[in-house]
């Protein structure tokens, strides 16, 4: 492909990417809005319903790694094609079957399919717009998965009010015909299923350049997992990400049935737009820890962020209803620059194989599985509110490792620049 055919695809290309990005977000963080329908509907234990974000979280550790070296072997596109199609089965295997077990295996294989997503379009990313814009298409790329994971919960709400009031229309008079009466939320997966679907059809259809894998984006073999995994910041890192993923989806899951159990909110309404403002505001945190950034060390910039988190959730734990459905979004604003920094001081920890260690870290986001299911037991046992202090445990490791870190390489900041150049 010469240069002047890459130019002319490249706006083209980037924009398949950033759908997909658009489509990972809303498979993704849908599941937390809905949890208290589940419950309800299949009259389950908080601790069974730990159980649907641990079938889909645990699928990221199992498979990110494995979907690593699947893109080395078959490309891109494949890859891509095999992850929504796993989406696509996953979902309309729940919508025409929609009971507890059923849904646990549904999520595994989104859940893998997700994980093969994101391991095979940041390359892809990089050659479609050029390796000299990929910084900027990737945080633009964040910026649009914020974008849909705040719009995730909207939908379900539209779907599952317009559902249960009988409104006509197309899309709900077709979705009133294939949802079982007093499951609307079941309306969700169809439509996970059909965005799946899409993606499948339009993406097959997408001629995908070669791309040529830079070597801290290969996921190296076996051996070199096994020698890097032994290295203890390594596993230092490793485990921030799970604790930090863990966090995340735990205060994105069980915020709508906190809001429900203490403080009586609907969470078809109040909950599904709590949690959509808590992605919102993690979105809109990402501009602000940019800027913070430029001016200051990441580990100070973590620190901050992580003890606003800490404030917020307390106040969001203790405080009355409307405290309370102010303070759990704004535990999203806190937390909403930790991935980044939490993965390039990892990265810039090492002085090598930073493919196999990126790919390391990524397993970490198994944390997403463990930490809700955990929370779901204690809760069983004391109480929701009890449970979720699993939460203090999670964000205060996040919190220590602005003083443990110890990078080779530091952020570039403004004093920093300066001091160069003097």
Not at 287 to 309: A, E, H, K, N
Not at 389 to 395: K, S, T
Request: some cysteine; charged content about 10%; proline content about 4%.
């Amino acid at each position: 492909m010469s240069p002047a055919q890459s130019a002319e695809r490249r706006p083209y290309l980037v924009a398949v990417v950033l759908a997909i990005f658009f489509v990972i977000a809303l498979l993704t963080n849908v599941l937390g809005p809905i949890i208290p329908d589940i419950i309800r509907s299949f009259r389950l234990s908080l601790t069974a319903a730990g159980f649907l974000p641990f079938a889909f979280f645990i699928a990221y550790g199992v498979a990110s790694i494995p979907a690593g070296i699947l893109v080395e072997w078959v490309h891109e596109k494949k890859v891509i094609l095999i992850g929504f199609g796993l989406a696509f089965a996953g979902a309309l295997f729940f919508a025409v079957v929609p009971v507890y077990g059923v849904a646990v295996t549904s999520l595994f294989l989104i859940g893998v399919g997700m994980a093969l997503l994101q391991v095979a379009i940041n390359p892809l990313l990089r050659v479609a717009g050029g390796s000299e814009h990929f910084a900027f298409n990737a945080t633009l790329s964040q910026l649009v998965f914020g974008c849909a994971s705040f719009i995730s919960p909207l939908i379900y709400s539209y779907l599952v009010r317009n559902l249960e009031g009988a409104r006509s229309g197309p899309l709900i008079g077709t979705l009133a015909a294939v949802v079982p009466a007093g499951l609307a939320w079941v309306s969700v997966y169809w439509m996970l299923a059909v965005t799946s679907a899409v993606m499948v059809a339009l993406l097959a259809m997408v001629r995908f350049p070669e791309v040529e894998l830079l070597e801290d984006e290969k996921a190296g073999s076996w051996e070199t997992h096994r020698s890097v995994f032994r290295m203890p910041v390594v596993l230092l890192f490793f485990a921030s990400t799970f604790m930090y993923v863990g966090a995340e989806q735990g205060t994105a899951d069980w915020m709508s049935q906190f809001l429900a159990t203490y403080h009586h909110a609907d969470p078809q309404t109040t909950g599904a737009q709590a949690v959509s403002w808590f992605w919102g505001l993690m979105t809109a945190g990402c501009v602000i820890g940019v800027i913070l950034l430029r001016r200051f060390d990441s580990r100070r910039v973590l620190i901050g962020g992580s003890c606003l988190t800490i404030l917020m959730l307390t106040v969001a734990l203790l405080g009355s209803d409307r405290v309370s459905l102010v303070a759990f979004p704004l535990v999203g604003l806190g937390a909403s620059a930790m991935w980044p920094m939490i993965v390039s001081l990892g990265l810039n920890s090492v002085a090598e194989h930073h493919g196999t260690v990126s790919g390391i870290l990524c397993t970490g986001i198994a944390g997403g599985a463990v930490l809700p299911l955990s929370i779901g037991y204690l809760s069983d046992h004391f109480g929701l509110r009890i449970g979720i202090l699993l939460l203090y445990v999670a964000f205060g490791w996040v919190l220590g490792i602005g003083f443990w870190a110890n990078p080779i390489v530091n952020n570039e900041t403004v004093s920093s620049r300066t001091q160069r150049a003097d």
